[in-house]
C-alpha cells in the first residue's frame, strides 16, 4: 500500500486531527520565539482568574504541544493513531469527533477547577521558592492583594497546552468498548487487557496528581478527560448507541 492510499483508508477525523496537530507544532517550532509565544498566550489555556484567559481557549489548547519535547506530540498522535481509528469506526466519525472535542473540554474544565482551589498555594509556593518568604506570609500577601482587586500577573503562569486530556478520553472509551482486548506495552513481556491498562493509568495520574508532582504535566486534566469520557460511553451504552462489553 503506497503513501496516498494508506492516507486515503484512514478515517477523516482520526487523520485530520493528526494533520492538524502537526502541522500547528512544525508552525511553532519554525516560527519566530515571538509569535511562539503570541501563539501560546492567545491559543494556550490560561487559568480563568487570570488576565489572559479567554474561554475559546477551552478548545484551542488542545491543538498546540510543546515545541520543547517532540515526545509530548509524538505520545498524544500515536495514541490517537492506534486507538482512534478504531474508536471512530465504531462511534461514527461525528459522534467520534464531538467525544474527542468533549473529552479535551472536559480536561480544561477540570484542570480550571483544581486551579480555582490551588492558584493560591501554587503562587505562595513560587514566592517562598523565589524569595525566601515563608508560605504563610506569601499566602497573606496574596490574599490581601486579591481582597483589594488587585491584577496578579503571575496568574498568568498557570498555563496548559495540549491534546493529552482528549487522548485519554480516547483511551478511556477503548477501555470501556474493548475491555477485554489484550494490549502490549513497551518493557511489558504480556499482554494487559484494555480495561486494565486503562485503569493503571487513571489511577497513575491520580497518584501523581495528588502527590503535587511540580513536573509541569497537568495530570488532573488527564483525569478530566476520561471522567467526561466515561460518562458520554456510559451514556451512550445506556441508550444503544455504543455496543461492547465493557467489564
Same mark, same amino acid.
Given at each position: 500500500? @503506497? @503513501?496516498?492510499?494508506?492516507?486515503?483508508?484512514? *478515517? *477523516?477525523?482520526?487523520?485530520?486531527?493528526?494533520?492538524? @496537530?502537526?502541522?500547528?507544532? =512544525?508552525?511553532?517550532?519554525?516560527?519566530?520565539? +515571538?509569535?511562539?509565544?503570541? #501563539?501560546? !498566550?492567545?491559543?494556550? =489555556?490560561?487559568?480563568?482568574?487570570?488576565?489572559?484567559?479567554?474561554?475559546?481557549?477551552?478548545?484551542?489548547?488542545?491543538?498546540?504541544?510543546?515545541?520543547?519535547?517532540?515526545?509530548?506530540?509524538?505520545?498524544?498522535?500515536?495514541?490517537?493513531?492506534?486507538?482512534?481509528?478504531?474508536?471512530?469506526?465504531?462511534?461514527? +466519525?461525528?459522534?467520534?469527533?464531538?467525544?474527542?472535542?468533549?473529552?479535551?473540554?472536559?480536561?480544561?474544565?477540570?484542570?480550571?477547577?483544581?486551579? /480555582?482551589?490551588?492558584?493560591?498555594?501554587?503562587?505562595?509556593?513560587?514566592?517562598?521558592?523565589?524569595?525566601? +518568604?515563608?508560605?504563610?506570609?506569601?499566602?497573606?500577601?496574596?490574599? /490581601?492583594?486579591?481582597?483589594?482587586? /488587585?491584577?496578579?500577573?503571575?496568574?498568568?503562569?498557570?498555563?496548559?497546552?495540549?491534546? +493529552?486530556?482528549?487522548?485519554?478520553?480516547? =483511551?478511556?472509551?477503548?477501555?470501556?468498548?474493548?475491555?477485554?482486548?489484550?494490549?502490549?506495552?513497551?518493557?511489558?513481556?504480556? *499482554?494487559?487487557?484494555?480495561?486494565?491498562?486503562?485503569?493503571?493509568?487513571?489511577?497513575?495520574?491520580? #497518584?501523581?496528581?495528588?502527590?503535587?508532582? @511540580?513536573?509541569?504535566?497537568? !495530570?488532573?486534566? !488527564?483525569?478530566?478527560?476520561?471522567?467526561?469520557?466515561?460518562?458520554?460511553?456510559?451514556?451512550?451504552?445506556?441508550?444503544?448507541?455504543? !455496543?461492547?462489553?465493557?467489564?
Amino acid at each position: 500500500m @503506497n @503513501n496516498r492510499n494508506f492516507l486515503a483508508a484512514l *478515517p *477523516p477525523v482520526t487523520k485530520n486531527l493528526i494533520i492538524i @496537530n502537526f502541522a500547528i507544532w =512544525l508552525l511553532m517550532m519554525i516560527a519566530p520565539s +515571538s509569535l511562539q509565544d503570541k #501563539l501560546i !498566550h492567545y491559543g494556550g =489555556l490560561h487559568f480563568w482568574g487570570a488576565s489572559d484567559f479567554n474561554p475559546a481557549q477551552l478548545l484551542t489548547y488542545m491543538f498546540m504541544h510543546s515545541t520543547g519535547s517532540f515526545a509530548h506530540i509524538l505520545f498524544n498522535m500515536f495514541t490517537l493513531f492506534m486507538f482512534g481509528i478504531t474508536l471512530e469506526r465504531v462511534l461514527g +466519525s461525528q459522534r467520534y469527533l464531538f467525544y474527542y472535542i468533549s473529552c479535551g473540554i472536559g480536561a480544561a474544565v477540570v484542570q480550571e477547577i483544581v486551579w /480555582q482551589l490551588t492558584w493560591v498555594d501554587i503562587l505562595a509556593g513560587w514566592i517562598n521558592s523565589s524569595y525566601g +518568604s515563608g508560605i504563610n506570609e506569601a499566602k497573606d500577601i496574596i490574599m /490581601q492583594a486579591h481582597a483589594m482587586g /488587585q491584577n496578579i500577573p503571575v496568574l498568568n503562569s498557570l498555563l496548559t497546552i495540549g491534546a +493529552s486530556g482528549a487522548i485519554y478520553g480516547v =483511551l478511556l472509551a477503548f477501555g470501556m468498548i474493548f475491555p477485554n482486548r489484550p494490549l502490549y506495552l513497551m518493557f511489558v513481556p504480556v *499482554p494487559i487487557k484494555a480495561k486494565w491498562m486503562v485503569a493503571g493509568y487513571g489511577v497513575l495520574e491520580l #497518584l501523581i496528581g495528588l502527590s503535587a508532582a @511540580n513536573d509541569g504535566v497537568a !495530570h488532573f486534566a !488527564h483525569l478530566g478527560g476520561m471522567i467526561f469520557g466515561f460518562f458520554m460511553i456510559w451514556y451512550w451504552k445506556k441508550k444503544g448507541v455504543v !455496543h461492547g462489553d465493557f467489564y
